[in-house]
């Protein structure tokens, strides 16, 4: 995943054994980044906040093509554990092909399609926000994906927008690859975007799983989005579902008196509320109501 308008700068600490050290490292590679801006013309006084609890009781617009039944068990499952997690509802509704109808204020764009990216849409659909937040963004019109499930939080004058886009399956999934691939990239791209999480990219094999926002860095580019082949290496590039870790910042995120989620004063406080946080995540985790988007042990599927 990316946000665009931001550059991801990593502090890595050295290895950590002890569970709590563990999440401790993770939560500083995951949400203690600097920005900068990736896009030439930008104007850099428009303000930035970089805070997931800002979407805490916003509402979900899904655009495109309506939710297949797979995909509609992962939102369902993921509005249920915002709702534990951040104490506000998320409602969501179905607003047609153009994204304008789905109106301003706090509200989060998915667009889903099957088959080819909707490219012409997307554009529409950035172009729209574009003129509604005023993100002044520089004169491209035309914006493609660059791969099946995107996701952009944008920051102008009157607000932030995020827009998700994310491929579904066309029908049924045919296969347990299928299903799983379309399952993950889904809830990767909701989880990211409502807590402003970063990747954290893995290197060595070895290292076990702790969060949905690890992945090991694969060379795609020839390999079809719908053959099996892409479908198998991605999703056994991170874990398939949400971890303890992962439920664990959402707590965090949720409830920490900081003003902005990347700053030093979150980590003190992810560090200060460790007991707590981790006992409660631990319980949401064993709560059936959330199992379609949970996995408890965070391994490498058998695919």
Same mark, same amino acid.
């Not at 600490?13 to 999440?23: E, I, M, Q, S, W």
């Not at 580019?221 to 579902?241: I, K, T």
């Given at each position: 995943?990316?946000?665009?308008?931001?550059?991801?700068?990593?502090?890595?600490?050295?290895?950590?054994?002890?569970?709590?050290?563990?999440?401790?490292?993770?939560?500083?590679?995951?949400?203690?980044?600097?920005?900068?801006?990736?896009?030439?013309?930008?104007?850099?006084?428009?303000?930035?906040?970089?805070?997931?609890?800002?979407?805490?009781?916003?509402?979900?617009?899904?655009?495109?093509?309506?939710?297949?039944?797979?995909?509609?068990?992962?939102?369902?499952?993921?509005?249920?554990?915002?709702?534990?997690?951040?104490?506000?509802?998320?409602?969501?509704?179905?607003?047609?092909?153009?994204?304008?109808?789905?109106?301003?204020?706090?509200?989060?764009?998915?667009?889903?399609?099957?088959?080819?990216?909707?490219?012409?849409?997307?554009?529409?659909?950035?172009?729209?926000?574009?003129?509604?937040? !005023?993100?002044?963004?520089?004169?491209?019109? %035309?914006? $493609?994906?660059?791969? *099946?499930?995107? /996701?952009?939080?944008?920051?102008?004058?009157?607000?932030?927008?995020?827009?998700?886009?994310?491929?579904?399956?066309?029908?049924?999934?045919?296969?347990?690859?299928?299903?799983?691939?379309?399952?993950?990239?889904?809830?990767?791209?909701?989880?990211?975007?409502?807590?402003?999480?970063?990747?954290?990219?893995?290197?060595?094999?070895?290292?076990?799983?702790?969060?949905?926002?690890?992945?090991?860095?694969?060379?795609?580019?020839?390999?079809?989005?719908?053959?099996?082949?892409?479908?198998?290496?991605?999703?056994?590039?991170?874990?398939?579902?949400?971890?303890?870790?992962?439920?664990?910042?959402?707590?965090?995120?949720?409830?920490?008196?900081?003003?902005?989620?990347?700053?030093?004063?979150?980590?003190?406080?992810?560090?200060?509320?460790?007991?707590?946080?981790?006992?409660?995540? !631990?319980?949401?985790?064993?709560?059936?109501? %959330?199992? $379609?988007?949970?996995? *408890?042990?965070? /391994?490498?599927?058998?695919?």
């Amino acid at each position: 995943m990316r946000y665009l308008l931001v550059l991801l700068v990593l502090f890595c600490g050295p290895a950590a054994h002890a569970d709590r050290a563990t999440y401790i490292e993770l939560a500083k590679r995951g949400w203690s980044y600097e920005l900068r801006t990736t896009m030439i013309g930008r104007d850099l006084s428009i303000p930035v906040l970089i805070n997931g609890r800002q979407l805490a009781g916003a509402s979900l617009c899904v655009v495109g093509e309506r939710p297949r039944r797979t995909s509609l068990e992962v939102i369902d499952s993921f509005r249920a554990l915002l709702l534990q997690t951040y104490g506000k509802p998320m409602t969501m509704r179905y607003a047609g092909q153009d994204a304008s109808a789905c109106g301003s204020g706090r509200t989060v764009i998915l667009r889903l399609y099957s088959g080819f990216p909707p490219n012409t849409a997307l554009s529409a659909d950035l172009q729209w926000m574009d003129r509604t937040y !005023q993100l002044e963004l520089p004169g491209r019109g %035309y914006f $493609a994906a660059t791969s *099946p499930a995107m /996701a952009q939080t944008f920051f102008g004058r009157q607000g932030q927008g995020t827009h998700i886009m994310v491929k579904q399956p066309a029908a049924a999934p045919r296969s347990r690859i299928e299903a799983a691939f379309y399952k993950s990239i889904l809830i990767e791209e909701l989880f990211q975007s409502f807590t402003f999480g970063m990747d954290i990219l893995i290197f060595d094999r070895s290292v076990a799983w702790r969060s949905k926002l690890q992945e090991t860095p694969l060379n795609l580019w020839r390999l079809p989005w719908e053959s099996p082949a892409f479908m198998r290496a991605l999703v056994r590039s991170n874990p398939p579902g949400l971890c303890t870790f992962d439920v664990f910042m959402m707590y965090a995120v949720a409830e920490a008196p900081v003003d902005q989620t990347n700053e030093p004063a979150f980590i003190e406080y992810v560090d200060a509320n460790y007991d707590d946080l981790y006992t409660r995540a !631990q319980a949401t985790m064993g709560d059936p109501a %959330y199992a $379609a988007i949970l996995d *408890p042990v965070c /391994a490498a599927p058998d695919l």
